[in-house]
C-alpha cells in the first residue's frame, strides 16, 4: 500500500472536468431546489440546495467542479455565476488551474488560481 501522495496519486491527479463547449450550453439548472446525485455528494446524507441563494449556489459549484463530469458542470454550473462566485469558492489548485485556463481561452479573463 503507498502511503504517500505524489503526482500519479492524490487529489491533483484526478481529471479536471471542463467542457470546452459550456458557454455554448443553455442547460443549466441555475435556480430552484436542487439535491446533488451521489456520485457528486457522496459523503452524508442528501442535502437540497436553493441555488437562488448565493451561499448554496457557491456549495454546489464547489461539489460539481471537484466531483462532476462534464455533463454534471453542463448541467449545475453557469459560467457567469461561477465567474462571479469565483473568489468565494473553496476549490482545489488543480480545479482553480484548469478553469482559469477555460476563462482565459475562451473570455480573455485571467483569474487568480
Known amino acids: 500500500m503507498v502511503r504517500t501522495r505524489s503526482a500519479e496519486l492524490g487529489p491533483s491527479a484526478r481529471p479536471v472536468a471542463v467542457p470546452e463547449d459550456i458557454d ?10 436542487v439535491q ?11 442535502i437540497t ?8 449556489r457557491a456549495r454546489v ?7 462532476g463530469t462534464d ?3 453542463r448541467a ?9 462566485l469565483w473568489d468565494e469558492l473553496v476549490l482545489p489548485p ?10 482565459r481561452r475562451h473570455r480573455c479573463v485571467e483569474l487568480e488560481c
Do not use: C, K, N
Request: no cysteine; hydrophobic share 35%; aromatic share 14%.
Open 94 to 103: 488543480s480545479v482553480r488551474r484548469a478553469w482559469a485556463g477555460w476563462f
Open 36 to 46: 446533488l446525485p451521489f456520485h457528486i455528494r457522496w459523503s452524508g446524507p442528501p
Open 71 to 73: 455533463d454534471d458542470v
Open 61 to 67: 459549484y464547489e461539489q460539481v467542479l471537484r466531483e
Open 49 to 56: 440546495y436553493d441555488l437562488d441563494r448565493r451561499s448554496d
Open 24 to 33: 455554448d450550453v443553455r442547460g443549466s439548472t441555475g435556480h430552484g431546489l
Open 76 to 84: 449545475y454550473v453557469d459560467v457567469d455565476d461561477l465567474l462571479d
